[in-house]
Each structure stands twice: as structure tokens, then as C-alpha cells.
């Protein structure tokens, strides 16, 4: 029971997914793969999606994972369903919270920042389809959010004037619930949240995926509920600065500096 569970993305936004899930299952322990090397994922093609996804899941297999966590948008719209006919174990991935939104909005206007990726797949395209009727949707590609994530860049003038772009639609549209639809864009909650303003609200995918993964371990009966130390394991295909500053920021490591291996998969 307390074989890892597998989380990766296309570099350190799915950190963000990682501590939701760390909170929402205490006993579990977890391997983290940042694919920084192939970030972004939003411009690759679908075929070299799965090739990335493969080859990590592959790797987390090796280190004897019981799961794995998909925590990218784009991988999951990409990949995912050709995963879970690859491999046996269980795959829960990520998708942008549009339904929740959907049922929140008062104005009946939705905002979702993502990759293009994301926006090309089914289920976007499904659960777009299905509120369609009764909520208008505006799509905006956040493009260099992730690259500037990457870089550690997360508040700044460049940063601002970024999510002052992609924001000032929403506000003429009317937009009150907005989906940050890649698990990088979190990382600029702070930036988004004094942009957006107090009509506006912030949802992300993190809790949700959480709670799904928390059912997939209970159905398959692997979840550990024995009390022990969690142990936390972290890999990058590049780099390990920017890594480790969201691992300081995000969680309470005390005087433990987190150790990054660097991998080539």
C-alpha cells in the first residue's frame, strides 16, 4: 500500500496539482516528473504528446508506482485515453474546471485561460458544448504565462502586463467566473486575482483532481490509510531552480532543502 503514486507535467505547474493532492491524501507518497525540457506542451503535436507521456509513465512505473496523476491540461486532452488502453494501472488526469463554473456564473458569462492544447481536446469540446445554450464561453490562449513559470518569473511588470491583456476582454464581456485551465497559471493567482478584481471568481482544476484521485484509490482499493511519514520525490528533464523555488513556496519543508534529480527519459 504504500507504493508512490505518479504525478507529472510539462515542468512545474502540476506542483500546484501535487499539493492539493498532497493535503487530500496525507498518508501517500508520491513521485513528481517535470518535463521541463519539452515545456510547453500546448504547441507540440499530439503524437509527440504521447511520446512524452509514454516515456514518464514508463520511468514511474519503473520506481514502482500504484497510480499516476496526469497533472497537465494539455497532456490529459492529448494523451490520456491512449494511456489508460497502454497501461493497466489506474490514469486520472486533468481537465479545466468549466462545469463548476458553468453552474456558478450569475452573469452567464464564463472566461477560461489555457493552452490551445487543452482547447483542442474532446472533453473541452463536450463540456463546451453542453452549457453552450445557457453560458457564453470566452476562450484566450495565456500565452507566455508557462514560459515565464519556468523561468521562476511569477510577479513583475512583464507579468502584469501579460494577464492585463488577457483579462481586459473578460471584463468588457462581463465575465464572472474564470477557469485557469493550465496548472502553471495558479502560480500567478495572486497577479490574476488583483487584475481580475472582486466580481470575479478564480477556479482551478487542484482540489477536484484531488478528490478523483482520492476515489480511484478507494474503488481500487490501494488507498493507504496506515499513518506514516509521507515521502516526496521530485525529478526534472531540465534545470532545477525554478523547481525548487515553487517546492519552498508551496510546502513546508523547514529546514529540509528539497533534492531534484535531473533525468533523461
Do not use: W
Request: aromatic share 6%; net charge positive; hydrophobic share 40%.
Amino acid at each position: 500500500m504504500d507504493k508512490p503514486i505518479g504525478v507529472f507535467d510539462s515542468g512545474i505547474g502540476g506542483l500546484t496539482v501535487l499539493k492539493e493532492l498532497t493535503e487530500m491524501l496525507p498518508h501517500e507518497n508520491f513521485i513528481y516528473v517535470a518535463d521541463s525540457i519539452n515545456a510547453p506542451y500546448g504547441p507540440r503535436t499530439r503524437s509527440e504528446i504521447i511520446k512524452f507521456s509514454s516515456r514518464i509513465i514508463d520511468f514511474l512505473i519503473q520506481k514502482s508506482c500504484k497510480a499516476i496523476v496526469i497533472a497537465c491540461n494539455t497532456a490529459t486532452a492529448a494523451a490520456v485515453h491512449d494511456m489508460r488502453r497502454k497501461y493497466k494501472i489506474p490514469i486520472i488526469g486533468l481537465e479545466p474546471a468549466v462545469k463548476p463554473a458553468c453552474l456558478a456564473t450569475k452573469t452567464g458569462h464564463v472566461g477560461v485561460l489555457a493552452t490551445a492544447g487543452t482547447f483542442r481536446g474532446n472533453h473541452f469540446k463536450t463540456t463546451s458544448d453542453k452549457y453552450k445554450d445557457y453560458v457564453a464561453l470566452h476562450l484566450q490562449v495565456a500565452k507566455g504565462l508557462l514560459e515565464l513559470a519556468e523561468k521562476g518569473v511569477f510577479k513583475g511588470p512583464i507579468v502584469e502586463e501579460l494577464i492585463s491583456r488577457y483579462m481586459a476582454p473578460m471584463h468588457d464581456k462581463n465575465v464572472d467566473q474564470l477557469v485557469l485551465g493550465c496548472t502553471h497559471y495558479p502560480l500567478f493567482k495572486e497577479v490574476i486575482s488583483d487584475i481580475a478584481g472582486e466580481q470575479i471568481s478564480i477556479i482551478d482544476s487542484g482540489e477536484a483532481v484531488a478528490r478523483r484521485t482520492k476515489d480511484v484509490l478507494m474503488t481500487n482499493k490501494i488507498l493507504n490509510t496506515e499513518s506514516n511519514v509521507q515521502k516526496l520525490r521530485f525529478y526534472s528533464t531540465m534545470g532545477e531552480v525554478a523547481l525548487k523555488n515553487v517546492l519552498l513556496n508551496l510546502f513546508e519543508m523547514g529546514q529540509n532543502k528539497p533534492v531534484v534529480e535531473i533525468i533523461s527519459i
